[in-house]
């Protein structure tokens, strides 16, 4: 407590740690193998080391464009085209931050006023609700349930959304859960933000680790390309997680806003990991082949030890995370006790 007697940190403050570094450190106290918290146990691509080594030594060290290096935002671009279906502009629709994790903080405080409301499907990446709350917005939360394979009940979807419903944050393939929206779940979950006029934040960040389903982005269908933000990031697909090189592609309109919170965030992301990204993304597409066949390997190789010890896992269509049928469970008494 202050000298006034008030709490140090404000209300909408969430103080207690991660639940990444709450069962990091349980742990490092059991000294238990950590799968709490999702990071590969292999090196990067060493041709990406060597670009961000290059980059160094050619003197990339000074501030970068506030939105992204161009040869790094062009790639983005041009991906993002081939992938969407539509002509991406790199100037003006891609912005780079510092991982993905900013990009959702920047994109929903850019687009929420206090007393918004925002749909979550939980169970969720923890920075969303943090985000949420700093907003000064509302969350909504719409189980996914376990008993049904961790999908949406349809009319509790549609209940959650009402007037003052800003933002639909969508993650698929999904943490923690291991599931890849299929094409009906996108479209429900569309059809409620055209209803509503809402705008839907596509947390992507896997899109390159699915496994039984393709991953589709929410912005391909009808009328939402103009309402997403979708953020994806360096760090799952070329397991440099600790270089924090994310982005988020919107509308003109979209991207002012988060440029808006980003420019006094971070202002910019580091000059000559944002180089070495824009080559990797230049990567074959064996790459991104042999990455999603590698982790259907280690998939499958888990999963079976999983079951073999009583664990019983769900099915991972896609991510590199597994969720147990006891903390499914778990999870699905939690939601009935609200």
């Known amino acids: 407590m202050t000298a006034a007697g008030r709490p140090a940190a404000a209300s909408r403050v ?23 918290q999702g990071f590969p146990d292999f090196p990067g691509p060493a041709f990406v080391k060597a670009a961000a080594i290059e980059a160094i030594d050619a003197d990339h060290n000074q501030y970068a464009r506030m939105a992204g290096v161009p040869a790094l935002v062009s790639v983005i671009a041009d991906a993002a085209s081939r992938h969407h279906g539509r002509a991406v ?14 990009a959702l903080f920047c994109s929903i405080v850019a687009l929420c ?34 008993d049904r394979g961790f999908r949406f009940d349809r009319q509790e979807l549609r209940d959650a959304f009402g007037p003052r419903t800003r933002l639909v944050l969508v993650n698929t393939p999904h943490n923690p859960t291991g ?28 899109e390159h680790i699915a496994f039984d389903r393709p991953h589709r982005s ?30 988020a592609v919107a509308s003109p309109e979209l991207s002012g806003a988060l440029r808006g919170v980003h420019q006094f965030v971070t202002f910019a992301t580091a000059t000559p990991l944002q180089h070495a990204i824009a080559a990797a993304l230049s990567a074959p597409r064996s790459y991104y082949d042999g990455l999603a066949a590698d982790y259907r390997v280690r998939r499958d190789r888990l999963s079976a ?8 896992p769900f099915p991972a269509e896609g991510t590199y995370f597994l969720i147990g049928e006891a903390m499914g469970k778990a999870t699905l008494k939690l939601m009935e006790s609200r």
Not at 89 to 102: K, L, N, Q, R
Not at 114 to 124: I, M, N, Y
Not at 305 to 312: F, Q, S
């Open 218 to 247: 929410i912005a391909t269908l009808p009328g939402m390309a103009e309402r997403t933000v979708t953020i994806s990031s360096s760090g799952k697909t070329f397991s440099l997680t600790g270089w924090k090189i994310g982005w």
């Open 14 to 36: 969430i103080t207690a740690p991660s639940v990444f570094a709450e069962m990091s450190a349980l742990a490092v106290q059991h000294g238990a193998v950590n799968l709490g």
């Open 179 to 206: 599931r890849v929206l299929d094409d009906e779940e996108l479209a429900i979950l569309a059809e409620e933000a055209r209803r509503t006029g809402a705008y839907v934040i596509a947390d992507e960040v896997y």
């Open 113 to 146: 006023d206090a007393g918004d409301e925002v749909v979550l499907l939980e169970p969720f990446y923890d920075s969303y609700l943090a985000a949420v709350r700093l907003a000064g917005a509302v969350p909504r939360v719409v189980t996914l349930h376990a």
């Open 305 to 312: 030890t999983l079951d073999a010890a009583g664990l019983r």
């Open 89 to 102: 502009d790199p100037m003006h629709e891609v912005t780079v931050f510092s991982g993905a994790t900013e």
